[in-house]
């Protein structure tokens, strides 16, 4: 057994790094320092592969911002037309509403004019004064 234990710390002196201590003052020893380095190496792998996601997240972003903007430039430009059809559309909805006002005038003038007619055929017809004649042109 002392021979082993001889044996083993005879492999822990060589694996043991010179100069290099921990906390407690104790040599540290070459594969505590291997085993902290693959850990950090597989930190920094992980680090990497989270930024790359995050860098693709990024262009992926991107690329949406870019259709987004130009549906957007196109909505406007859309826009930009409704408004000037409307426009048009409402001028000419100003002049047919500025005509059936003309309109509507000159027939309530014209249904007074009648009425006129009528009332006036009425009186002359109760006097019997009126009479129609119908003549046939041949």
């Known amino acids: 057994m002392d021979q082993q234990k001889h044996r083993t710390a ?3 002196e060589k ?8 906390e407690a003052g104790n040599p540290i020893s070459a594969l ?8 950090v190496a597989g930190i ?5 592969t989270c930024q790359q996601r995050m860098e693709d997240r990024q262009l992926e ?24 059809t409307v426009d048009k559309l409402l001028q000419k909805t100003r002049k047919v509403s500025a005509n059936v006002k003309e309109v509507r005038t000159r027939v309530e003038k014209q249904n007074v004019r009648v009425k006129k007619v009528e009332s006036t055929q009425d009186e ?3 006097r019997n004064k009126f009479r ?4 046939q042109v041949i």
């Open 61 to 84: 972003l991107e690329n949406n911002i870019k259709t987004i903007q130009g549906d957007v430039l196109k909505l406007a430009k859309d826009h930009g037309a409704t408004s000037g």
């Open 32 to 39: 505590t320092i291997l085993s902290l380095l693959e850990r």
């Open 15 to 22: 694996l043991e790094i010179v100069g290099v201590e921990d």
């Open 10 to 12: 005879g492999v822990q």
């Open 124 to 126: 002359l017809l109760t």
């Open 44 to 48: 920094i792998d992980n680090v990497q």
């Open 132 to 135: 129609v004649v119908i003549y």
